[in-house]
């Protein structure tokens, strides 16, 4: 499906695995976690498995890592 078909402008329900992720319910974008910015099905690279959450960009991904573990900012 491109982004010009079916469900048009939905925000999609994602299941994030290792290296992949399942399409729960169709649609053209998720949010991320982090920023609310819209990310793209075909955009979307970085993920966390354990929280089940997407996010924008790397440097989102490392925004809520170090916020759920608060112990990275020591290293």
Partial sequence: MNRFEGPGGREARIR???GDFQV????????CAVTG???????LKYWSVARQEPYINAAAS??????ANPDLRKR
């Fill in 24 to 31: 729960t319910s169709p649609g053209a974008f998720v949010r």
């Fill in 16 to 18: 994030y695995l290792d």
């Fill in 62 to 67: 490392l925004r809520r890592e170090i916020e």
């Fill in 37 to 43: 910015e819209n990310i793209t099905l075909d955009e």
